[in-house]
């Protein structure tokens, strides 16, 4: 009950946040991910992934959602990811809980099999955040996730 | 007079529809391989020479089949040795190259792959999610390589203690991802390991005497039985 109302409070706060910001709507989840990706640092580079990755957030797709892009490492010992979603009008906060149940269930994942000891920083590190209509999900170090969020949040004031 | 005409128009009718059924069984992509019982039985003992022909393809539960025995260069897992199935699918080493799972079972000439997928994630996959993403490797894999042949094996169990830590993999998600690639085998047409069957104790987690102390993975003894039962239940 505790842990649940202070969630919900914090869901405001950033609601309230990014309610203070006027955020564009006009960019494509695609064209955000293209100007994201650049100022991260993809030495394996990074690959597109097709609309079978919604399965992995709902088993059917969101009526809320307009479109998403979601691109993850080439190299397989590299966890890197990032997810952008462009939400219909006033359902951010259902985006942001659909990432936020997916990152969950990733960490999850990483920590029970501790196959990336070296990538534990990313996981630990994974946030989403809601931009307006965008909600926005990353496995980066922090100086990855720093620069991706300062990038999306500039692209689309 | 008339009515015989009727029935013999009706008897024409049935021949055809018959004749249809015997030239068109199914599509190929729904069953071109096995019959109805994809279930591999008991069988001969089929020997090394059976199991060197065989390709293993999965997460770290089947990078373990060295332990077994198994040469490195038939075992094909991603460079992280984790794999979760998902909507991309993901490269596996052969030698010093990287290569997608079907373009590394096509240019090994692989005359059998099995398949060992699921245990990632078998406590979050819906069932819609998993077979997707099954369905797809298993596509991708067959327009590879047309020539080899495919066998869906199932998800060994974990131990009894690690299945109720909440780590996202417990026995009741394997049984589950393991009903769903038996489903999955019978509409494809592929051939399907039930090893899982030899792993278990009376409260169908893993034999403890088969496991490593992590609960997940197993032991050379158990993957000689895995490779005894693979041996004794043989494609033709």
């Known amino acids: 009950m505790k842990s649940g109302s202070l969630l919900s409070l914090l869901l405001i706060c950033i609601m309230l946040v990014s309610c203070a910001v006027n955020y564009t709507d006009s960019l494509s989840s695609q064209e955000l991910m293209w100007l994201a990706r650049e100022v991260i640092d993809t030495e394996s580079g990074m690959r597109w992934l097709d609309e079978d990755i919604m399965l992995e957030f709902a088993d059917d797709m969101p009526e809320y959602l307009r479109d998403f892009a979601v691109v993850r490492s080439n190299d397989a010992k590299n966890i890197n990811e990032i997810g952008v979603f462009r939400a219909q009008q006033g359902h951010a906060t259902e985006v942001f809980d659909m990432a936020s149940r997916y990152i969950q269930s990733k960490q999850s994942m990483y920590r029970a099999m501790n196959y990336f000891p070296e990538e534990q920083e990313k996981v630990d590190n994974a946030t989403v955040k809601i931009f307006g209509n965008y909600v926005v999900y990353s496995f980066l170090n922090e100086k990855d996730t720093s620069a991706l969020y300062t990038e999306i949040s500039d692209a689309l004031k | ?236």
């Not at chain 2, 979050?124 to 797809?136: A, G, L, M, R």
């Not at chain 2, 131990?159 to 494809?188: M, T």
């Not at chain 2, 030899?198 to 893993?206: P, Y």
Request: glycine share 8%; with cysteine.
């Open chain 2, 1 to 236: 007079m008339r009515a015989e005409y009727y029935l013999i128009a009706l008897a024409v009718l049935l021949a055809i529809i018959v004749v249809i059924i015997i030239l068109f069984p199914g599509s190929p992509e729904e069953n071109d391989e096995v019959g109805d019982d994809v279930i591999l039985t008991l069988s001969d003992f089929a020997g090394s020479d059976y199991i060197e022909k065989i390709y293993f393809v999965g997460d770290s539960t089947t990078y373990h089949f060295y332990k077994g025995g198994i040469k490195l260069s038939h075992i094909l897992v991603p460079d992280s040795c984790t794999l979760k199935l998902s909507s991309d699918i993901l490269d596996v080493k052969v030698g010093k190259k990287s290569l997608t799972i079907p373009n590394a079972i096509a240019e090994n000439k692989a005359e059998i792959a099995v398949l060992t997928v699921g245990v990632n994630g078998a406590d979050s996959f819906s069932e819609k999610q998993y077979k997707t993403y099954y369905k797809k490797l298993i596509c991708a894999i067959k327009e590879a390589s047309p020539q080899t042949k495919l066998i869906i094996q199932s998800v060994f169990p974990v131990a009894e203690w690690y299945s109720k830590e909440k780590n996202g993999i417990s026995n009741e998600g394997i049984d589950r991802v393991n009903g769903w690639s038996y489903e999955l085998a019978k509409e494809l047409g592929i051939n399907y390991l039930d090893t899982q069957s030899v792993l278990k104790n009376e409260n169908g987690a893993q034999i403890l005497l088969y496991g490593e102390n992590d609960g997940v993975h197993l032991n050379a003894l158990g993957y000689e039985k895995i490779l005894e039962y693979i041996a004794t239940h043989a494609i033709d």
